[in-house]
């Protein structure tokens, strides 16, 4: 069976309006890496969209990640 090396995915990330911009990054970044963490996986790459308005004072990011698929040793 020919298995894709990588895989890539789609998450959205709600934060305050009010986010610093300098902290966004860090912390649109760490969401990603805890909520794959829980699958067993990491994330080779990470990049997120413009914010979208989503409720009074919540911002929603749209983030596309990419993990490795590699088996575990």
């Not at 995915?9 to 829980?38: E, K, N, Q, W, Y």
């Not at 004072?57 to 590699?70: E, L, N, Q, S």
């Amino acid at each position: 069976m020919n298995v894709p090396d990588t895989r890539t995915g789609h998450m959205d990330v709600f934060l305050p309006r009010a986010m610093a911009p300098a902290v966004l990054d860090a912390v649109i970044r760490l969401h990603i890496t805890s909520a794959l963490a829980r699958t067993g996986t990491s994330a080779t790459t990470i990049e997120y969209g413009t914010g979208q308005p989503h409720s009074p004072g919540v911002t929603r990011w749209p983030v596309t990640y990419t993990t490795d698929t590699a088996p575990p040793d």
